[in-house]
């Protein structure tokens, strides 16, 4: 069975830093650009950060550019996100999720998807 | 403000066909692949439709994408309780060197 399992959530005060891990089974990472997206409460998807299979291309949305870092492990199979200067609009469910692209890591689609990890900023 | 616009909301009786239209612009829809995924509620989202118009094998025909010019649409035929939920566009936009979403449409089975 193909799964992404997401780990590294919880509460965090605001500036503070927590790292999101993401590890895959049924399936190798190694052949696919990886991806985080983030859902709010009550609110839509958005795109965070997306990094290609050898981690040529990497991309990051610009309300995360300079707090987050995306980094992968195709050894251990999985995906990681190193999220820095927290702030209470990062509020949010963090979706891990597989994905194709195309020239210069644009990418295509995302699947599959994780279950999501619940990040919490409040003082 | 997403740079894809969805409408917030459609909705059918069951049977019927309900069509989702997301508006772009060349940045985005107009040079790159579109997708669309379902999220019912409470769960993670669902890839339905990938590169315009095709479809993961687990994905029935009663869904199905297009794309011309500067939008995509989505269709669901046969509409099914099971299908209410969420649906959002997605495509990447050159000029933000950003993957974008629409802001999502619920979908109601009347």
């Known amino acids: 069975e193909v799964q992404l399992v997401e780990s590294g959530g919880g509460l965090v005060k605001p500036g503070e830093s927590l790292r999101l891990s993401c590890v895959a089974s049924?399936?190798?990472?190694?052949?696919?650009?990886m991806n985080w997206v983030r859902q709010a409460p009550g609110k839509g998807l958005e795109w965070v950060s997306s990094i290609s299979s050898s981690s040529t291309y990497i991309y990051y949305a610009d309300s995360v550019k300079g707090r987050f870092t995306i980094s992968r492990d195709n050894a251990k199979n999985s995906l990681y996100l190193q999220m820095n200067s927290l702030r209470a609009e990062d509020t949010a469910v963090y979706y891990c999720?597989?994905?194709?692209?195309?020239?210069?890591?644009?990418?295509?689609?995302?699947?599959?998807w994780g279950q999501g990890t619940l990040v919490t900023v409040s003082s | 403000q997403s740079v894809l616009t969805l409408p917030p909301s459609v909705s059918a009786a069951p049977g019927q066909k309900v069509t989702i239209s997301c508006s772009g612009s060349s940045s985005n829809i107009g040079n790159n692949y579109v997708s669309w995924y379902q999220q019912l509620p409470g769960t993670a989202p669902k890839l339905l439709i990938y590169?315009?118009?095709k479809r993961p094998s687990e994905i029935p025909d009663r869904f199905s994408g297009s794309k011309s010019g500067t939008s995509a649409t989505l269709g669901i035929t046969g509409l099914q309780t099971g299908d209410e939920a969420d649906y959002y566009c997605g495509t990447w936009d050159s000029s933000l060197s950003a993957y974008v979403f629409g802001a999502g449409t619920k979908v109601t089975v009347l």
């Open positions: 999720a597989g994905g194709g692209s195309g020239a210069f890591g644009v990418v295509s689609w995302f699947d599959p």
């Open positions: 049924g399936f190798f990472v190694s052949t696919y650009t």
């Open positions: 590169e315009n118009n």
